[in-house]
């Protein structure tokens, strides 16, 4: 067996028994080669909405490769190994030991021994492998891309393979040190980065899976912008000991380096929280806001009051029947109203309008 992801040609004689999977571009079998069909993996991944969770489904296809409990299962392709490298990550993925050949078909000689097919192959455990699910924002940063098949519901990982080998490690939750928070309805965005700047997440979280994804979290700077709830999130995130600052709206979208999404705004955000002359909104507690609430509620009332008056002077204006301005003067003019002689039409919407300006 090697720990290498990439073996040699020169280095398959020296490995014991193999098993290749060869990954075609094209209908092509070459004789003494497990052909894969990744491209009708590819198609049922798409249609059927499959992902790596149908761990009964992953078992039905590898289980039709053939493949040798007792030897390495080497993946090959036409030698842009571009193939061979979205097999190996299925195979690493469910913790099955695979290696991709450097070269491809191209640099093969002769073929060595096939290991005799196994009766039955290892139990499939996902998530166990070499390799990890990560988003395609976080593999961008680091590889070059391709299309992938479609993720399993409610698993954001990559729609895209990578062009090279990489054994991915998920990165620490102890790393994280900032994170600019996209606050949202339902769906929020997050952007941590660690303490050189280098991006570790970039996803989505459900509104109900929010504070279960910062418990999990050791205490980190969270920035958010003071729009609505965020006073409430800051709250909520501080219980858990993390340090929330609050940025206006304003102050971040000089940060937001193009397009106006979710995901731009979380990385505005996560680099302004980080600014050592960022002004910042103080977080208001409960009794605070409450105070506030009762502030803009006779508000509200005052601005609603004005324009039921306004409304009733200018109908009844078109009548005849006008009073001195003041809303002390307004008790007069719906007495008024309602001893003139009124169309019935003008006498239903009156009593409404007159009827909400009491309640008021």
């Not at 191209?106 to 699910?133: H, K």
């Not at 709206?249 to 999404?261: A, C, D, M, N």
């Amino acid at each position: 067996m090697t720990a290498s992801p990439i073996v040699n040609p020169a280095d398959l004689t020296n490995l014991g028994p193999l098993r290749l999977l060869y990954v075609p571009t094209a209908e092509e079998r070459p004789a003494g080669m497990v052909v894969v069909p990744i491209r009708d993996w590819i198609a049922t991944a798409r249609q059927s909405g499959t992902g790596f969770d149908d761990v009964a489904y992953w078992h039905e296809q590898i289980a039709e490769l053939d493949l040798a409990q007792d030897a390495l299962t080497v993946v090959l392709d036409n030698g842009s190994m571009t193939e061979a490298a979205r097999v190996w990550f299925i195979m690493q993925y469910f913790g099955l030991t695979a290696a991709v050949l450097n070269g491809g078909l191209p640099e093969m000689g002769t073929l060595p021994a096939q290991a005799m097919p196994s009766t039955t192959i290892p139990n499939l455990r996902p998530g166990v492998g070499a390799v990890r699910l990560i988003g395609r924002h976080d593999l961008k940063s680091a590889l070059p891309l391709m299309e992938w098949m479609a993720p399993a519901p409610g698993i954001e990982m990559c729609h895209i393979g990578c062009c090279h080998i990489y054994q991915w490690r998920e990165p620490s939750i102890k790393e994280i040190a900032t994170i600019g928070l996209d606050l949202a309805k339902n769906v929020f965005q997050v952007h941590a980065v660690d303490a050189k700047g280098i991006v570790l997440v970039r996803r989505q979280v459900r509104r109900a899976q929010v504070l279960l994804f910062f418990s999990r979290l050791q205490p980190c700077l969270v920035g958010m912008e003071a729009c609505a709830g965020a006073h409430y999130w800051s709250r909520e995130l501080a219980k858990l000991g993390h340090e929330v600052r609050l940025i206006p709206p304003s102050y971040v979208k000089p940060f937001v380096k193009r397009g106006k999404t979710d995901a731009a705004d979380a990385e505005a955000i996560c680099e302004a929280v980080t600014r050592p002359n960022m002004r910042f909104v103080p977080v208001k507690t409960e009794r605070q806001q409450a105070v506030l609430m009762q502030h803009r509620t006779r508000d509200f009332l005052v601005r609603q009051l004005t324009q039921l008056s306004n409304a009733i002077r200018a109908h009844l204006g078109e009548f005849g029947i006008v009073v001195p301005k003041g809303v002390h003067n307004m008790g007069r003019l719906i007495a008024e109203a309602e001893t003139a002689d009124l169309p019935p039409e003008a006498r239903m919407p009156l009593d409404l309008l007159a009827g909400q300006f009491r309640d008021t």
